[in-house]
């Protein structure tokens, strides 16, 4: 379990960084408090983060004796992953609008924004590629805990540097930790066929 809440952990980290959830994060902060957006995001990954673990646990339970070939499509798809950070994923201003005209409870109104943001989303999918393989258990600890942690990390930089942020660097750098990821499951995979 530990090890896989500290990959799981580090691999969303680094898959939320550049992400627009971090952009919506810092963007409620302006109108809630810290404290309430990191609450409803935690809220939102939990619930989203669970549903992937699931089905990343009945897949990999479903196809344990084709271990090889999974791990080979889970390193494509870090790599697809790869791509799409180097992509770029950026909050429109109608996005950043409504996050800002939010009514209601800061807990509701950010839990919300952020469970819809997530389903579908790249992170969601590495939560779900690395429960076929890892403990579901520190799967979904480890993946929330990165999440909450990437997002509480882009409010406070946030609010230290307003927007000037080392956008590219973070891009670069993460796009090359999920290749590297990437990577190293395609060889795994690679050696549990040959």
Excluded: C, N
């Excluded at 980290?13 to 902060?29: I, N, R, W, Y």
């Excluded at 807990?107 to 890892?134: C, N, P, Q």
């Amino acid at each position: 379990m530990f090890s896989a809440l500290v990959l799981s952990t580090v691999v969303i980290f680094v898959a939320e960084l550049g992400d627009k959830s971090q952009l919506m994060a810092m963007t409620f902060a302006t109108r809630y408090r810290a404290r309430d957006v990191i609450l409803g995001i935690t809220a939102a990954t939990a619930v989203v983060h669970l549903a992937s673990v699931g089905i990343g646990y009945f897949i990999g339970a479903s196809f344990e004796r084709y271990q090889g070939p999974i791990a080979i499509a889970a390193g494509i798809a870090f790599l697809g992953f790869a791509a799409w950070t180097l992509r770029g994923d950026e909050l429109t201003d109608e996005e950043a609008q409504k996050a800002r005209k939010a009514k209601g409870s800061a807990l509701l109104a950010v839990g919300l924004a952020f469970f819809l943001a997530e389903l579908g989303d790249k992170t969601m999918l590495a939560t779900i590629t690395l429960a076929v393989r890892e403990d579901w258990l520190g799967t979904w600890i480890g993946s929330t805990v990165g999440m909450v942690a990437a997002d509480a990390l882009a409010i406070g930089v946030g609010a230290l540097l307003g927007r000037k942020l080392p956008e590219k660097v973070i891009q670069y750098g993460a796009a090359a930790a999920f290749a590297i990821f990437g990577l190293v499951l395609v060889a795994e995979g690679a050696g549990w066929l040959g």
